[in-house]
């Protein structure tokens, strides 16, 4: 199938497009300026690092951080928590469902979407996803029939899902919807930032994403109950809820929620907040080196790039194609191949990696894979020939043209 030894390809031999290595956040490539850090070092100075103290709310870190995200985003709440799988739950959890409802979302997530589901008590009902790995409105319309109480739609890798088609649905079957935007922390659809389409929208601020504090998360949302809710889950204890709003808090009783201590620390906020006046200069470069890309890729045969639901509505941190017709061995040695060009990629079928983008090995829901795929058999059939390269903000166009010599170079070799 593959005449790889005439091609020179590297994984046979050959030399390598590039020896350098290609720049992911865990070696060490961040997008940080000294204004960033000089923020993180002045909180810790000040030697107030939880977020309730003595001052009032908008003199905190992560008060301020909260005012900021919710004017960057023209939302009325933002809450700065542990991470977006606690901001994913924390905004099921604030909806108030009954308690082990199910819960519709795409069945191409990160394990992270569905087990936050499972933390805030509910039941994920996966839901297919179409050639392009978006969540398929037909096959959710599937789910809402068979009862689902609420969505969690996914921006997987960036690329926006089709909101309007979801949330006319949603609005259909009166069921809310939560924006897991985890993975697309700056991106827009037409003139409207994802996480802001759903009742919640939710957001990580962990290092691979375009905040970057280590760890973290946060929510967005205009419903002051809702607000309110997530705020007392999150760990406000004895009326510090209240500080979160300019007069009369909602009428929500801390004491009649369980509170469970995932709040954002005063630290992390002072980079996080630093960080967010820069973040529109970093989404710039993603779309710069996405478009590079992808403009250099269009067209090569049996390389399906991922279409976008409208023109721009991706973030550009990630390249992910399918390998039409290709089983998960051949896509998995495609990205063997470009892994030895230099190109950190990979199959998100592949039967070695333990992948979590990859719902059948997810054993904390299927007790098999082979019941996974037969439950969901287009998502497996697409996850299974999807090619995943992380595309940092820091790459040049010289990176990018490695890539895509990387690509062509592996592609040439395809029978
Ligand atoms: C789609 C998606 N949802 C949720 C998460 C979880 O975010 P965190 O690691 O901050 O909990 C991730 C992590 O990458 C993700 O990709």
Same mark, same amino acid.
């Given at each position: 199938?593959? @005449? ?14 590039? @020896? ?5 956040? /865990?070696?060490? &490539?961040?997008?940080?300026?000294? #204004? ?25 870190? @992560? ?74 409105? @037909? ?39 939560? #924006? ?61 809820? $209240? ?9 929500? /009783? ?11 620390? #005063? ?61 998960? &061995? ?10 030895? #060009? ?7 079928? &592949? ?22 795929? $037969? ?41």
């Amino acid at each position: 199938m593959f @005449t790889s030894q005439e091609t020179g390809l590297a994984v046979d031999g050959g030399p390598p497009i590039r @020896t350098a290595p290609w720049p992911t956040y /865990d070696k060490g &490539d961040v997008f940080i300026s000294p #204004e960033d850090e000089a923020a993180a070092i002045q909180a810790l100075r000040e030697r107030l690092y939880f977020r309730y103290d003595h001052r009032p709310y908008e003199e905190t870190r @992560t008060g301020r951080l909260e005012l900021s995200l919710a004017a960057h985003f023209g939302v009325r709440h933002a809450l700065a928590c542990a991470s977006g799988t606690t901001a994913i739950a924390l905004g099921l959890l604030a909806l108030g469902l009954e308690p082990g409802s199910p819960v519709a979302c795409p069945a191409f997530t990160f394990a992270a979407t569905p087990s936050a589901i499972l933390l805030a008590g509910h039941r994920p009902l996966l839901v297919e996803c179409d050639a392009d790995l978006h969540l398929d409105v @037909t096959d959710l319309k599937r789910a809402l029939a068979e009862g689902a109480k609420a969505i969690v739609v996914v921006h997987m890798r960036g690329f926006a899902s089709d909101l309007p088609a979801i949330c006319r649905l949603a609005d259909e079957y009166g069921v809310p919807v939560v #924006e897991d935007a985890v993975p697309a922390l700056g991106a827009r659809l037409g003139d409207r930032h994802l996480g802001t389409f759903g009742h919640v929208g939710a957001f990580s601020t962990q290092s691979d994403k375009s905040l970057n504090t280590g760890e973290g998360g946060f929510l967005l949302t205009d419903d002051p109950e809702t607000y309110a809710r997530a705020v007392v889950y999150s760990g406000a204890y004895e009326s510090r809820m $209240a500080r979160h709003f300019d007069g009369a808090p909602p009428p929500v /009783d801390d004491l009649a929620l369980p509170i469970f201590g995932i709040r954002m620390d #005063e630290i992390r906020a002072a980079l996080a907040g630093s960080l967010l006046e820069r973040l529109p200069a970093r989404l710039a470069l993603h779309h710069r080196n996405y478009d590079h890309v992808a403009e250099r890729l269009e067209g090569l045969d049996r390389i399906a790039l991922r279409r976008p639901v409208a023109p721009h509505a991706y973030l550009g941190e990630a390249l992910v194609f399918r390998l039409e017709d290709a089983a998960p &061995d051949q896509c998995a040695w495609f990205a063997r191949a470009l892994c030895a #060009e230099g190109i950190d990629a990979r199959a998100l079928g &592949d039967p070695a990696d333990p992948n979590v983008r990859t719902f059948w090995n997810w054993r904390f829901i299927f007790d098999d894979p082979a019941t996974a795929r $037969a439950a969901l058999p287009r998502t497996a059939r697409y996850v299974g020939q999807a090619v995943d390269i992380p595309l940092s903000a820091n790459l040049g166009p010289d990176d990018c043209d490695d890539l895509v010599a990387a690509v062509r170079k592996v592609h040439a070799a395809l029978d």
